[in-house]
């Protein structure tokens, strides 16, 4: 008998990788969290851990430490949260999506 196993592909590879962040929530106030991290990655976005709020929908810039000079726009695609823990688990799109090599 063929069982049938359907799942959701991805437009996308993401691979695990494990990256230092900050992530800027409103750069008016500065709101940050400098303890978020990656937990993989895609040229077109990633999920990424933190202790910010985050709400699908609104920007959020990712800095990743030591890299980059400034901000990466995404876009907050998903948002994962449970109670027993301190962290929010979230899908970020990113906008400006960078080619394999380039760099901002």
């Known amino acids: 008998m063929h069982e049938n196993t359907s799942h959701t592909s991805r437009r996308w590879e993401c691979r695990p990788a494990t990256i230092p962040i ?7 106030h500065f709101k ?3 303890s978020a991290i990656t937990l993989d990655i895609s040229l077109h ?7 910010l709020a985050l709400v699908p ?7 990743p430490k030591g890299e ?4 990466i726009p995404t876009r907050v ?3 994962q949260e449970y109670e027993s823990s301190e962290w929010t688990f979230a899908g970020l799109e ?11």
């Open 77 to 79: 695609v998903w948002v």
């Open 32 to 34: 940050a969290d400098d």
């Open 57 to 63: 929908g609104e920007w959020v810039g990712v800095v």
């Open 94 to 104: 990113f906008l400006n999506s960078l080619k394999p090599g380039e760099y901002a």
């Open 68 to 71: 980059f000079p400034h901000a």
């Open 45 to 51: 976005g990633a999920r990424v851990r933190t202790k």
């Open 22 to 28: 900050s992530l800027v929530l409103d750069p008016d």
